[in-house]
T-cell receptor, first 115, second 112 residues
């Protein structure tokens, strides 16, 4: 079904390496988000973007970077500065503007393991 | 900023029983409250939402209630079934914003 595609589903990296997680949406949504999910921690916001070429830090942005060169794409780079990168990463999108306060649409997630 | 507390963290019920999950929020300007269900290994999906101009909303076996004065909202699932087993997240969105603040989640286990 159309929506948000995250790739890959599983990702393994060695400590000290940067890694980029892909997120693409075909919903024509303006806003996109990255969340990190750890057991018992809920969904914690890493970065979000309301418009192309603009993005804002969330609650746990340290050690991460993003770009928003196209409306459809919002890749997340986990850098070597992130102390505990092993987690489940979820990308989401939503419409804004007139449709403020609309629910998020999530991708299927990427499980990153760093050893 | 907004703070959302969710309880309980784990809820175990027998099939056919009702389940209630409660959330409180801190920002009185919050006006949108979605609930998401996340099955094991899958994406969170919206199951019901409520806006601050409404006190209750129902969709078949699921209902959400909102008490703006007390700043809490609850998810009610009646006649639970094993397929209701999942993690449920509440969220609150402050007026003028579009960024939800999530609770920590409730793991619901429905025993057949």
């Amino acid at each position: 079904d159309g929506g948000i595609t995250q790739s890959p589903k599983y990702l393994f990296r060695k400590e000290g390496q940067n890694v980029t997680l892909s997120c693409e949406q075909n919903l024509n949504h303006d806003a996109m988000y990255w969340y990190r999910q750890d057991p018992g921690q809920g969904l914690r916001l890493i970065y979000y973007s309301q418009i192309v070429n603009d993005f804002q830090k969330g609650d746990i942005a340290e050690g991460y970077s993003v770009s928003r060169e196209k409306k459809e794409s919002f890749p997340l780079t986990v850098t070597s500065a992130q102390k505990n990168p092993t987690a489940f990463y979820l990308c989401a999108s939503s419409p804004v503007g007139e449709r403020i306060n609309s629910p998020l649409h999530f991708g299927n997630g990427t499980r990153l393991t760093v050893t | 900023g907004e703070n959302v507390e969710q309880h309980p963290s784990t809820l175990s019920v027998q099939e056919g029983d009702s389940a209630v999950i409660k959330c409180t929020y801190s920002d009185s300007a919050s006006n949108y409250f979605p609930w998401y269900k996340q099955e094991l290994g899958k994406r969170p999906q919206l199951i019901i939402d409520i806006r601050s101009n409404v006190g209750e909303k129902k969709d078949q076996r699921i209902a959400v209630t909102l008490n703006k004065t007390a700043k809490h909202f609850s998810l009610h699932i009646t006649e639970t079934q094993p397929e209701d087993s999942a993690v449920y997240f509440c969220a609150a969105v402050s007026g003028g914003s579009y960024i939800p603040t999530f609770g920590r989640g409730t793991s619901l286990i429905v025993h057949p």
